[in-house]
C-alpha cells in the first residue's frame, strides 16, 4: 500500500505537469482521433504482482487496446520487478503478466525489451518463455521487428538491449550479473543497429531501449547513449525512440525523432522539463501510437484511461 499511496499524490503533480508542459493545449478540447490507422500500445516498468497501480493501467489499456484494435504491444523492460524471473516457470510469469494481462484485447503479440530489473534475474528466462508462449516475442535480446510480422506497413521496430550499453549507470549491476548471466557486448549491438537500420527500407523506423537517451525523470538522460545513437538516429532518419527507466510519461523531441518515455506501467516518479520537453506527466499510464501514411500518431493514457496528450510525429525531413 505504501507505493500506492506515493503513486496517487504524484497525480495532482502529474496533471499540472502535463498542463504546463503540453506543446498544443488545445488538444485538451478536441475530440480522441479515430485511430482509423494501424495502432499498438506501448508500457514499460510494470511487473509488480498484479498490485493496484499495474491493475489499473492494465484495464485501462485493455480498453484503449480494443478502441483502436491495437495490432500488438511494446513493452520497453523492466518487466519484473524487483529482480526478474529465474526460469520460464517463475510465479511470476502468472501473477505480473498473464494474469493481469488478460483482456481479449491484449492478447497480440508483445515485443518485449529487457530492463535492468530484468537483469538482477535471469533474462535468458524471458527468450526461453517466448518459445513457450506465442505472445511473448523476444528472439534474441536485440532485435528487428519488420512489418511482415507485425502486420503494419512501412514499419521496422528495432529493439536494443540497453542495460549492457550503459556502462557508467550501471556498472554496479554488470559486476553483480557478470559470470553468473551472459552480458552482450555494446559494441556488437551499436554495430548490429547500424547494418539494420542501413538494411530498412521501413518509411517508418522505430527504436525501442529501456534507458532514455533524454529524460526529465529521476534517473535522467544518457550521454553515452546520445553519443552513439543521436548519429545513427540522424543518418538513417528514426522517427521515434520508445524508452521508460524513468516511471513517468514524457515526449522530448530532439532533431526528428521523438523520444518517448513510456515508464509508468505500474508507478509514477516526478518529471521535470529538459531540453526538447513537449509533455511530462507523473502519474501511472501509457502510450496508444497509430501509424499513418504522413504522421506517427501519439497518444498518453493515464491509468483512469483519460487521455492526457496527443500529437503527431512527422516522417523524418517532414
Known amino acids: 500500500m505504501g507505493l500506492q499511496t506515493v503513486d496517487r499524490r504524484l497525480v495532482l503533480q502529474g496533471l499540472a505537469g502535463a498542463a504546463a508542459a503540453a506543446s498544443a493545449p488545445a488538444w485538451a478540447d478536441e475530440p480522441a482521433p479515430a485511430f482509423v490507422a494501424p495502432a499498438f500500445v506501448a508500457l514499460g516498468d510494470w511487473g509488480r ?20 484494435r491495437s495490432r500488438f504491444v511494446v513493452s520497453v523492460g523492466d518487466n519484473f520487478y524487483p529482480a526478474g524471473v529465474q526460469s520460464p516457470d517463475d510465479p511470476q510469469w502468472k501473477t505480473s503478466f498473464e494474469d493481469v494481462y488478460a483482456a481479449p484485447s491484449l492478447q497480440t503479440p508483445w515485443y518485449v525489451a529487457l530492463g535492468n530489473h530484468d537483469y538482477r534475474g535471469r533474462p535468458g528466462a524471458q527468450l526461453a518463455y517466448a518459445r513457450r508462449d506465442n505472445r511473448w516475442r523476444m528472439p534474441e535480446r536485440s532485435y528487428v521487428v519488420a512489418a511482415s510480422e507485425s502486420g503494419v506497413a512501412n514499419l521496422d521496430i528495432f529493439v536494443l538491449d540497453t542495460t549492457p550499453m550503459v556502462g557508467d549507470y550501471d556498472e554496479a549491476l554488470m559486476r553483480l550479473v557478470r559470470g553468473r548471466v551472459s ?47 543521436e548519429p545513427l538516429f540522424q543518418a538513417h532518419g528514426v522517427q521515434a525512440y520508445l524508452c521508460g527507466h524513468d516511471h513517468s510519461l514524457q515526449h ?20 521535470e522539463d529538459v531540453a526538447g520537453t513537449r509533455f511530462r506527466a507523473s502519474l501511472p499510464g501509457f502510450a496508444v501510437f497509430a501509424v499513418a501514411e504522413q504522421a506517427l500518431r501519439l497518444e498518453f493514457r493515464d491509468f483512469n484511461g483519460r487521455s492526457l496528450y496527443r500529437t503527431a510525429i512527422p516522417k523524418a525531413g517532414g
Open 49 to 68: 504482482d498484479g498490485d493496484r497501480n499495474q491493475s489499473d493501467v492494465a484495464r485501462a489499456m485493455a480498453q484503449a487496446a480494443a478502441e483502436v
Open 252 to 271: 522530448i523531441q530532439v532533431g526528428g525523432t521523438a523520444h518517448v518515455c513510456t515508464g509508468a506501467g505500474a508507478s509514477a516518479g516526478p518529471a
Open 183 to 229: 552480458v552482450p557486448n555494446p559494441g556488437r549491438q551499436y554495430a548490429w543497429l547500424q547494418r539494420a537500420l542501413q538494411r530498412s527500407r521501413a518509411a517508418w523506423k522505430v527504436v525501442v531501449g529501456h534507458h532514455p537517451i533524454y529524460s526529465g525523470g529521476r534517473h535522467g538522460g544518457s550521454p553515452e547513449l546520445a553519443a552513439r545513437l
